[in-house]
């Protein structure tokens, strides 16, 4: 009867609580630009739909607005400006605890009677770079927070995605379009970063959890094939990272404690007469804490942190300038319990220990050169340093050293990229951009019957490469536009180089549909440390430094239907080929590098592979309408290449289907609607992937694990299943806001298998699984 009494009262607290709850308001500020040249438009008009009486203002000469005394919640703006299409932003989050700052980009529109009208634009996912028709989307920050088992990772959120499915999900490795891992490529603001991501292995574009803060990104650009000119070196996708800018007129702070780490993050201005800003986050591993203060976590310990920042510096006609950057520490370390009795599998009986240093620091500088021309210039000085040792407990427990790898890669890169637009309907961009690599690679191993370490990688030198671009936009109409560009990329080392020519064009035949077709000729570096890899037969003499690039041709055909507002459905289809895959020069087998996590091996190779991927994709998404979002994608597909052998084969990625449902409904509590419930979940089913059979009478006689070569990924591992499930409590106060999230990884604890393998103690094969359930807490006070 007491506990009724209580809930009775408690219920009654919160309802009168919401009743007479006081309205928090939030300010809306920020710049609307022009979308090619980044100019101000001055005297846009901004305009707030849902507001009652509708608010509004026109922005200054700067391009500048200011709307004050926004009630928290969800809003929609309307921006127009003379000679520019209207665009719709709809269900802008506003909260109490900081400033919205928007940065806002307008498309001039082809004005080719006195009046005309054009439809607003309410494209949610229509990408920031205008020349990409085919197979690219945006992002935003909010999905990388609000996505079930995202956890602010935007390569995780991109599993949503069709065509992109994770390779291990222990990790944040994706497979796109069943390419392997490595053909992905990262930029950050306009330039190529290195990996960024904790517990990287070299060449890997992934990794255990991702450095980059959600505090600093702001909306950018995912693409999955046929890219537009500027993209070079990359084979199976881009991620183009925009960082947003620190607010310049107040000072802000978020901090956010979880199962993952702490993170403390800070912006604002550098002075009150100066419209420069800081803006930076600071993470340390949970688990790296509480070892700090002697609390045993048990099993591996696996340490991280991680600092990001960007600040803005205008510097008044002679343009803007940002220093930008972020670092990762990352180590593993698994040692070995010394009582032999205890070990039940072989590996049981090693020391491992692991780390990885990632960094990169950068400037940009951008200018108007004139009211047709605008100039950014970026230089990166980028690091990233890896380490591995392997020891076996020998006799009395002795630590014996089998394996050892170092690898350090410094890069600094300039490139510098020109915008000149003719008039609304053409618009030419080109860019140069140069590289300087240095390299410090070493790999050692104890082969089967030798008593001291082979040296099989040994390396310190450095090498340059060089990429050139140009790219036309034309705009025929507004309903009709072509893009074409050509790619140049060579890489010094070994003097290979390549011209890839690209286009695409996008026809909007009625309202709400349109077609577009995309092609793109792509190329690829290797691995360093492939080239480097030494033949002991040779006298250490690298065997791969004439390695050329892994190519591949994109035809992409897609069909967008934007059943209202809120509602689209999209069809792609797409062909790729891909020649100059390496395989094994020396032997008949089924070795090729379009299997490989990390693209690293000591073997031979010659560019003489082939493979082909191909398949369907068909998206069902609905944007936040009435509180409810949900993204469903599917994917029909095959990956098949060619090997030294002649076989064609299926790739280890070639899970040939997925499907995935992501969706979210809010429950918006109280009259002010400043708090809010949110529940979100994922579903991710998709063909397992390929794997090859144990030759067990081999793996007895070698005491590892070996594979039947004849017989590669002919053999299916059962299909994946997922589910997460993410839930999230969000309260408002006065100059704050505070949200509490759990999110369910594997919520359902499903054992999904990521292969097999031999173990020598048994003389069995066994199973190897990925992630189980794991719940992520974590709490965050923006205020």
Do not use: C
Not at 708 to 737: A, E, I
């Amino acid at each position: 009867m007491h506990v009724r009494t209580l809930i009775l009262a408690l219920m009654t607290g919160v309802f009168l609580q919401n009743a007479h709850a006081q309205i928090y308001t939030q300010t809306i500020r920020g710049t609307v630009v022009d979308q090619s040249l980044q100019t101000a438009l001055p005297g846009a008009t901004v305009l707030m739909l849902n507001a009652n009486p509708i608010k509004g203002i026109t922005t200054d000469a700067d391009g500048s607005f200011r709307l004050t005394q926004i009630p928290v919640g969800r809003h929609s703006l309307k921006i127009t400006s003379l000679g520019y299409k209207e665009l719709i932003l709809s269900n802008i989050v506003v909260d109490a605890g900081k400033e919205l700052v928007l940065n806002v980009a307008l498309e001039e529109a082809i004005v080719t009677v006195n009046e005309v009208t054009v439809r607003p634009q309410i494209e949610k996912d229509k990408p920031l770079n205008e020349m990409a028709a085919v197979s690219a989307r945006t992002f935003s920050v909010e999905e990388t927070q609000k996505f079930a088992a995202a956890v602010n990772d935007p390569a995780r959120m991109a599993t949503a995605y069709a065509g992109v499915v994770s390779a291990d999900d222990g990790s944040n490795l994706i497979v796109i379009r069943g390419n392997a891992p490595t053909g992905l490529l990262w930029r950050m603001e306009g330039v190529e970063i290195p990996n960024p991501n904790h517990f990287a292995n070299l060449g890997s574009a992934g990794g255990g959890i991702s450095i980059l803060s959600a505090q600093l990104l702001a909306n950018s650009d995912f693409m999955t094939g046929a890219f537009p000119a500027e993209y070079g070196n990359a084979l199976s996708g881009v991620f183009d990272l925009r960082l947003r800018k620190g607010n310049n007129a107040k000072r802000e702070h978020t901090i956010q404690a979880g199962v993952l780490g702490l993170d403390v993050a800070s912006e604002g201005p550098f002075s009150k007469n100066y419209k420069g800003s800081y803006l930076f986050n600071y993470r340390y591993s949970t688990l790296g804490l509480l070892s700090k203060i002697g609390v045993n976590i048990g099993g591996a310990a696996n340490v991280f942190q991680d600092l990001s920042f960007n600040l803005y510096l205008p510097a008044g006609k002679a343009g803007n300038f940002t220093v930008f950057g972020f670092g990762g520490l990352s180590n593993s370390d698994m040692d070995a319990v010394k009582d032999s009795t205890k070990w039940e599998n072989d590996y049981e009986r090693y020391n491992d220990h692991f780390f990885a240093k990632t960094g990169a620091v950068g400037a940009t500088h951008s200018i108007s050169l004139s009211k047709k021309a605008f100039l950014k210039t970026v230089t990166l000085f980028s690091g990233y340093q890896t380490g591995y040792e392997n020891e076996s407990l020998e006799t009395g427990y002795v630590p014996l050293l089998q394996m050892r790898e170092a690898y350090r890669i410094r890069k600094q890169i300039a490139s510098s990229t020109l915008t000149y637009k003719f008039n609304a309907q053409h618009t030419l961009r080109a860019g140069v951009t140069g590289s300087v690599l240095g390299f410090n690679l070493e790999r050692k191993e104890r082969l089967e019957g030798q008593n001291a370490l082979t040296t099989q990688i040994q390396t310190d030198d450095e090498t340059a490469t060089v990429q050139a671009y140009g790219q036309w936009n034309y705009r025929m109409t507004e309903k009709l536009t072509f893009n074409a560009g050509l790619h140049y990329l060579r890489l010094m080392l070994n003097k290979t180089d390549a011209l890839e020519p690209r286009g695409s064009v996008r026809w909007a035949f009625v309202p709400g549909h349109s077609v577009s077709l995309g092609y793109g000729l792509h190329s690829q570096i290797q691995n360093l440390a492939t080239y480097f890899a030494a033949q002991p037969t040779e006298n250490g003499a690298p065997t791969n430094r004439n390695l050329g690039f892994t190519r591949s041709h994109h035809l992409v055909l897609a069909y967008d239907w934007l059943l209202n507002d809120h509602l689209r459905v999209k069809a792609e289809s797409y062909y790729q080929s891909l020649f100059n895959i390496p395989i094994s020069a020396d032997t008949k087998d089924a070795f090729a590098m379009v299997n490989s996590i990390d693209g690293l091996t000591t073997d031979r190779l010659v560019n003489k592979g082939v493979g082909k991927n191909y398949g369907l994709e068909l998206t069902l998404e609905q944007f936040l309408h009435n509180n409810v979002y949900f993204l469903l994608s599917s994917s029909l597909y095959d990956s098949r290449y060619r090997g030294s052998d002649g076989v064609w084969r299926d790739t280890r990625f070639n899970g040939k289907y997925a499907f995935s449902f992501q969706g979210g409904k809010e429950w918006v509590l109280g009259e002010s609607g400043r708090n809010v419930l949110g529940l979100n979940l994922k579903l991710t089913y998709y063909g397992g992937y390929r794997t090859t059979p144990i030759d067990i009478a081999e793996s007895i006689r070698k005491q590892e694990t070996v594979y039947v070569d004849s017989q590669s990924y002919t053999q299916k591992l059962p299909n994946y299943f997922r589910t997460d499930v993410r839930l999230s409590w969000k309260r408002n106060r006065p100059h704050s806001t505070r949200t509490l999230s759990l999110d369910l990884q594997n919520a359902t604890n499903r054992q999904n298998i990521f292969g097999q393998y031999f173990e020598p103690r048994t003389g069995l094969i066994k199973t190897s699984y990925m992630t189980p359930l794991i719940p992520v807490l974590s709490y965050r006070v923006a205020f």
